[in-house]
């Protein structure tokens, strides 16, 4: 039956299989619309990743989700990610030592991986507490830019830079060691800011906007709060004792209240 150019194959709220690169993935429609030159269109979020990754996508992107396409995309899994087969002109002595060579390697990093993996589970756990208004204001945020499509007016009045300023001239908290916290704050908000606080319709305003200034001289709290909820995330990828990690844990509250 041929499709209808006009009508919707999918409806808002429908779980379905997405295509995003080589693979398909399982995704929930949270809107549809007729874009341009009348064609569907559906924003969708796919199950597991970051609400940075929603997106629209075609029609000729997505499956209905069901048996048959499932087996399709565990056969394209399979097929995107098996290895290549070694060429059939090695002998079996070299066959031999390669296959050798890649037990003790699969033996080495499945050890090194077993020790990380003990290591990272001794860590103790960062969990910082965001008052319930900030909350809001986090939600907020996100609903402007995912559902309203809006980003914020850039540069903010009260940047990170203006922030960490005004919280140092009110504290009665002065030594070099919350210079010292600032300061990674602020190293921090600039390289991440980039690769891991912003949404997908943002970054072009700051590929605009950070030519030659650092992220913490044009944006605000709003986007300083995101770094405070990645925080833990990049705190558990460094390798900080755990004293250390409860004075800094500390430290983000205080700038929180």
Excluded at 35 to 56: A, I, L, N
Excluded at 69 to 97: G, V
Excluded at 140 to 162: A, G, H, S, Y
Excluded at 169 to 178: F, G, H, R
């Amino acid at each position: 039956m041929p499709k209808d150019d006009n009508k919707f194959n999918y409806d808002k709220d429908e779980r379905v299989l997405c295509y995003h690169g080589s693979f398909l993935y399982e995704a929930k429609i949270l809107k549809k619309e007729k874009r341009e030159e009348d064609s569907c269109q559906y924003f969708v979020h796919y199950k597991g990743w970051k609400q940075t990754w929603d997106e629209w996508v075609t029609e000729d992107r997505m499956m209905k989700y069901n048996e048959t396409n499932l087996q399709k995309q565990k056969h394209i899994k399979e097929s995107n990610t098996r290895r290549k087969p070694s060429r059939s002109s090695l002998s079996n002595t070299s066959l031999q030592e390669q296959t050798e060579s890649r037990s003790r390697k699969r033996y080495r990093d499945s050890s090194l991986d077993k020790i990380r993996l003990q290591e990272e589970d001794k860590r103790p756990e960062v969990k910082i507490v965001i008052p319930e208004s900030l909350k809001s204001l986090l939600v907020d945020d996100w609903e402007n830019i995912t559902k309203n499509r809006q980003i914020l007016c850039l540069p903010r009045d009260m940047t990170v830079n203006r922030i960490f300023e005004a919280y140092k001239a009110q504290t009665t908290e002065k030594d070099e060691t919350l210079d010292e916290y600032i300061k990674g704050l602020l190293l921090y908000f600039n390289k991440s800011l980039g690769t891991s606080l912003l949404y997908r319709s943002e970054r072009k305003q700051y590929e605009e906007m950070c030519i030659d200034k650092e992220p913490s001289e044009i944006y605000g709290v709003e986007h300083l709060l995101r770094l405070f909820v990645e925080c833990p995330v990049l705190i558990n990828q460094a390798n900080i004792d755990p004293d250390t990690l409860a004075e800094f844990k500390e430290k983000c509250e205080s700038i929180l209240r």
